[in-house]
């Protein structure tokens, strides 16, 4: 089964909104990833968590993560029509890596 | 840097035929992954090399699949004989150890007929 699962599985906002994608993972982890993938295209590493970090932030994006719920989240702020895409959380356990299920967030222009 | 470079980038073949799809992936990274992607089943690990050698193909579903990495700078997953339930959009990536985080290809789109 899935490690990550994520939460939507799919979101529509209007440009300028913010997105909030939520991920919930079963074991024990080094550290949480999340992607982000374009339609037809690979997956995008876009940033990384440990497991002793509670908050990251990136540019427009910042992920927290609550290693006692066993849950992460992504939230991208001042959303794009370019942000669309579908939003990946992987869990790294011992460099083996788990992707979950992905939330498909639309930007409305 | 090219970044992960994979090869072709769409096959179409016909039940029974061996396949085989190929990575080159960033000079330098000392792991590298396939991974499978279908809408039905998601992202799958399939198998994944640390420093040329195997280290956990339980994700490969069966015999008909193999991969192999002779060198830093290539792999090779092979299926033989493919099946239509083989279709699906094949991922290589690599990454570098310390740092985290994986570099994916642009994938190779596979159609068995």
């Known amino acids: 089964s899935q490690q990550g699962e994520e939460d939507p599985q799919a979101l529509s906002i209007q440009e300028g909104e913010n997105a909030t994608m939520n991920c919930s993972y079963k074991?024990?982890?080094?550290?949480l990833q999340w992607y982000r993938q374009n339609s037809g295209r690979g997956l995008v590493h876009l940033i990384l968590i440990r497991s002793n970090e509670r908050e990251k932030h990136s540019g427009r994006l910042r992920v927290t993560l609550d290693t006692s719920k066993k849950s992460s989240s992504l939230l991208i702020t001042a959303s794009r029509a370019a942000d669309t895409a579908s939003y990946f959380c992987?869990?790294?356990?011992?460099?083996?890596?788990?992707f979950g299920t992905g939330t498909k967030l639309q930007v409305i222009p | 840097d090219a970044g992960v470079i994979q090869s072709p980038r769409h096959e179409v073949t016909e039940m029974g035929q061996e396949v085989t799809l190929r990575c080159k992936p960033i000079s330098g990274h000392d792991y590298l992954f396939w991974y499978r992607q279908t809408m039905m089943r998601g992202l799958e690990l399939l198998i994944y090399?640390?420093?040329?050698?195997?280290?956990?193909d339980s994700g490969m579903p069966e015999d008909r699949f193999s991969a192999k990495m002779p060198n830093a700078s290539f792999s090779t997953l092979k299926i033989q004989p493919s099946e239509p339930r083989d279709s699906a959009v094949y991922f290589c990536?690599?990454?570098?150890?310390?740092?985290?985080?994986?570099?994916f290809g642009p994938g190779t789109r596979l159609l068995v007929l």
């Open positions: 074991t024990s982890i080094n550290n």
């Open positions: 992987a869990t790294d356990a011992r460099q083996k890596v788990t």
């Open positions: 090399f640390n420093n040329n050698v195997p280290i956990d």
């Open positions: 990536a690599s990454s570098l150890a310390k740092k985290g985080g994986q570099y």
